[in-house]
C-alpha cells in the first residue's frame, strides 16, 4: 500500500517538474533575441525568377532586369511592422545612392501601392512575390530580410530582420563596400 501512495506521488512530481522546467526555461529567454539565423542562401546565387511589378503587374521581371552592380534586395511588406520601422533607413540610403530592389512579400498589391505612396518608394524596382515564391527559394523566415547581392547576381549577406543604423554602420555598410570593391578577402571577413 505505502509503494502504491509513492508510486502515485513520483507520478505527480514528473509532470509538475517537467512543467515548472518548461516554465523555467521560457522565463530565462524572456526578451532575448532569437540567436537563430538562416544563411543557406548565402554564396549563392539568387534564384532565376519572373515575378511581375508591383507598379506596374503587366510587366514581368526577371534576373535580367536587375542592376549589374552591387545592391540590396529587400523583403517587405505593408503589413510588416519592422518593415515600417526601418523604411526611413531605407529612404536614407536611396537618397546616399545605395541601390535597393523591393520585393513586395505576400502582400495585397493596393495596400503596398498606397503604403509606397504615403511613405515613399525607396526602390529602384518593386518585385511582387504575392505567393512567396522567391522568398521560399531564399529560405525566408519573415520579413524584413534583406540580401547583398553582388553584380554577379550572388548573395554575399542575408541579414534576417529589420535594417537598424547600428546593423548597417557595423554589419551591412561594411560588406557591400567590400563586395562594390571585388575585395574577396575583405567579402569573406566582413559579410558574415
Given at each position: 500500500?505505502?509503494?502504491?501512495?509513492?508510486?502515485?506521488?513520483?507520478?505527480?512530481?514528473?509532470?509538475?517538474?517537467?512543467?515548472?522546467?518548461?516554465?523555467?526555461?521560457?522565463?530565462?529567454?524572456?526578451?532575448?533575441?532569437?540567436?537563430?539565423?538562416?544563411?543557406?542562401?548565402?554564396?549563392?546565387?539568387?534564384p532565376a525568377f519572373e515575378l511581375a511589378n508591383l507598379e506596374d503587374e503587366k510587366l514581368m521581371i526577371n534576373n535580367g532586369n536587375l542592376p549589374n552592380e552591387a545592391y540590396l534586395l529587400n523583403f517587405w511588406g505593408s503589413w510588416c511592422i519592422a518593415c515600417s520601422r526601418e523604411h526611413p533607413l531605407l529612404m536614407s540610403l536611396k537618397n546616399d545612392g545605395i541601390k535597393i530592389v523591393g520585393v513586395n512579400y505576400k502582400d495585397a498589391p493596393e495596400f503596398a501601392k498606397q503604403y509606397l505612396q504615403d511613405e515613399g518608394n525607396p526602390y529602384l524596382l518593386n518585385i511582387k512575390d504575392e505567393e512567396g515564391d522567391l522568398g521560399m527559394d531564399l529560405g525566408l523566415t519573415g520579413a524584413p530580410e534583406t540580401f547583398v547581392v553582388d553584380d554577379k547576381g550572388v548573395i554575399k549577406q542575408h541579414i534576417v530582420g529589420e535594417i537598424t543604423s547600428e546593423k548597417w554602420q557595423t554589419s551591412i555598410e561594411p560588406c557591400l563596400t567590400a563586395v562594390q570593391k571585388r575585395?574577396?578577402?575583405?567579402?569573406?571577413?566582413?559579410?558574415q
Open positions: 500500500m505505502v509503494a502504491k501512495s509513492k508510486f502515485k506521488s513520483i507520478i505527480f512530481i514528473i509532470p509538475l517538474l517537467i512543467f515548472l522546467g518548461v516554465v523555467l526555461f521560457l522565463f530565462l529567454r524572456v526578451n532575448k533575441p532569437a540567436q537563430i539565423a538562416i544563411n543557406t542562401a548565402t554564396n549563392q546565387p539568387l575585395d574577396e578577402n575583405q567579402i569573406a571577413e566582413l559579410c
